[in-house]
């Protein structure tokens, strides 16, 4: 069953008139009421293109926290082999809103690193719908030191709202777990892409995303607080998250001129959700693209450059 957005609702009604009439259809074998199906597809389809042209940050802000769209572990799933799964920070527990492991990625051994937001109620909860506590930070500093330890890539998967701000999470050192994480991505002496699958929240995703390339998906976002957060903060009104949205530059397309992020991958019409199979595919040939050239780097080199590319940014603007 489709999950429409708000803004996509004339969308709904178009398609779902379609679909009751190839209801009626099966229904009664002498109607035939393909070309008045096909007809309410094409009106569709243009509508469909008409919107995802002119999306609003707002609107893609909504597309990018979609229920629908794949998540860590179907990337996992679908583009790496042979994944073994680690658990634990080995200091206080297992945080399952960080999934991660050894695999290979086209027969290449990697450490694979994400957020899962999880599919279901039960899923969800169960992986705090993608926001990490400080095990879950501390348990992909173990997992990254393991990488460059043994010298392979590492591939971090980014969706995630922001780190859970919980009482618990804040006692445990939440702040210096993220900045310890985000440490180890610009300290680690072999290869590392982030790619936005999602929402890139605050520094629960900078902790991961400190990458030598980092790739959104088209749709996606990636910004220092929730539009709203922003709200809240600034009008004292999460009902602004429009205008919030509006001023931060946390599009794809925004954030590449800025140079704060590397590559978009393109999503089928429509978004990531209407068609999962692609958008896993074209986030796996992205990564391909990004790794190859990195693999012939040296370590002294990967550092040095992962550090300027973050020094760098907003350098071009200050001295405009």
């Known amino acids: 069953m489709t999950h429409y957005l708000e803004f996509e609702k004339p969308l709904a009604e178009i398609e779902g008139k379609a679909e009751e009439l190839r209801a009626m259809a099966r229904a009664n074998e002498d109607m ?3 070309k008045e199906a096909l007809a309410l597809d094409a009106k569709a389809e243009a509508m469909l293109v008409d919107m995802y042209k002119t999306l609003t940050p707002w609107r893609k802000c909504q597309v990018a926290r979609h229920p629908d769209r794949p998540h860590c572990a179907e990337y996992i799933e679908a583009l790496f082999t042979e994944y073994t799964p680690l658990a634990g920070d080995r200091n206080f527990a297992d945080d399952h809103a960080i999934m991660g492991g050894l695999a290979r990625f086209n027969d290449q051994p990697v450490m ?3 957020h899962e937001k999880g599919n279901d109620t039960k ?7 993608g926001m990490a506590r400080p095990e879950g930070y501390r348990k992909a500093v173990r997992l990254m030191e393991l990488a460059d330890k043994f010298g392979i890539p590492v591939i971090a998967l980014v969706d995630t709202p922001g780190a859970y701000p919980g009482k618990g999470a804040e006692e445990r050192g939440q ?3 993220i900045a310890r994480s985000t440490q180890k991505c610009l300290q680690l002496s072999v290869p590392l892409i982030a790619v936005i699958i999602g929402e890139g929240g605050s520094g629960g995703a900078v902790a991961f995303a400190a990458a030598n390339k980092v790739a959104m998906l088209e749709h996606s976002i990636y910004s220092v607080i929730t539009p709203e957060g922003c709200a809240s903060i600034l009008w004292k009104d999460a009902g602004k998250m429009r ?7 946390l599009t794809a397309q925004e954030l590449k001129e800025l140079a704060v992020i590397d590559h978009i991958i393109a999503e089928p019409l ?3 959700q209407r068609d999962r199979e692609a958008t896993i595919a074209s986030v796996g040939k992205a990564i391909a693209d990004l790794l190859a050239p990195l693999s012939n780097q040296t370590p002294e080199n990967l550092v040095k450059s992962r550090r300027k590319k973050f020094l760098d940014i907003g350098s071009k603007g200050l001295a405009a």
């Open 32 to 34: 035939d009421v393909e």
């Open 123 to 129: 899923s969800r909860i169960e992986r705090n719908f």
């Open 270 to 272: 429509g978004g990531a």
């Open 243 to 249: 205008e919030a949205a509006e001023a931060m530059r």
């Open 112 to 114: 694979v690193i994400g």
């Open 175 to 177: 702040s210096e777990a």
